[in-house]
T-cell receptor
Framework: DAGVTQSPTHLIKTRGQQVTLRCSPK?????VSWYQQALGQGPQFIFQYYEEEERQRGNFPDRFSGHQFPNYSSELNVNALLLGDSALYLCATKGALGANVLTFGAGSRLTVL | GQSLEQPSEVTAVEGAIVQINCTYQ??????LSWYQQHDGGAPTFLSY????GLEETGRFSSFLSRSDSYGYLLLQELQMKDSASYFCAVREGAAGNKLTFGGGTRVLVKP
């Protein structure tokens, strides 16, 4: 059961470039959150989308933006990439058990050179 | 500020019991949850406490004391496949999916 599908799985970019990451939640899961996980650290909340609008935002600069489509899929865009943006980017949806139980995708591993 | 503290690493042998402590300092509290993450994998949900006390799910149990801002995850009958990172996480708001995660505890199970 592919709860959350993310693409691409790995990608390499250079400083200053822009990247778009994609997330497809399980059918019927309408709330999508994005997290950044640096190596050896816990995931950090970037933002959450519901009904195609950003509902909550973590402590990330405006270079990080997103979008949600009518089919609930979502994109994360990062502009003007910095070396420090190298991380695993995780997409998560809220399951039937409530907001404390998130289902994560396998993530997109971004390396910025 | 908001913070969750947990030990960075724990090593134990197969069959042993491991307790991973988590202390939190957050602006709001709507539950403490635990996630497991194997190297290269996605975090997966293990357990959740909204109220004080012990929740048992098979070999894993989780405990919460809201008055102490403290919880723990208990891993019993350790198996090699339990070698992974374990994260505690707090939901600070009544609405939304925002979880604040600790830095993670790497558990290494030795034969």
């Amino acid at each position: 059961d592919a709860g959350v599908t993310q693409s691409p799985t790995h990608l390499i970019k250079t400083r200053g470039q822009q990247v778009t990451l994609r997330c497809s939640p399980k059918s019927g899961h309408d709330t999508v959150s994005w997290y950044q996980q640096a190596l050896g650290q816990g995931p950090q909340f970037i933002f959450q989308y519901y009904e195609e609008e950003e509902r909550q935002r973590g402590n990330f600069p405006d270079r990080f933006s997103g979008h949600q489509f009518p089919n609930y899929s979502s994109e994360l865009n990062v502009n003007a990439l910095l070396l420090g943006d190298s991380a695993l980017y995780l997409c998560a949806t809220k399951g039937a058990l409530g907001a404390n139980v998130l289902t994560f995708g396998a993530g997109s591993r971004l390396t910025v050179l | 500020g908001q913070s969750l503290e947990q030990p960075s690493e724990v090593t134990a042998v197969e069959g042993a019991i491991v307790q991973i402590n988590c202390t939190y300092q957050t602006s709001g509290f709507y539950g403490l949850s635990w996630y497991q993450q194997h190297d290269g994998g996605a975090p997966t949900f293990l357990s959740y406490n909204a109220l004080d006390g012990l929740e048992e799910t098979g070999r894993f149990s989780s405990f919460l004391s809201r008055s102490d801002s403290y919880g723990y995850l208990l891993l019993q009958e350790l198996q090699m496949k339990d070698s992974a990172s374990y994260f505690c996480a707090v939901r600070e708001g009544a609405a939304g999916n925002k979880l604040t995660f600790g830095g993670g505890t790497r558990v290494l199970v030795k034969p």
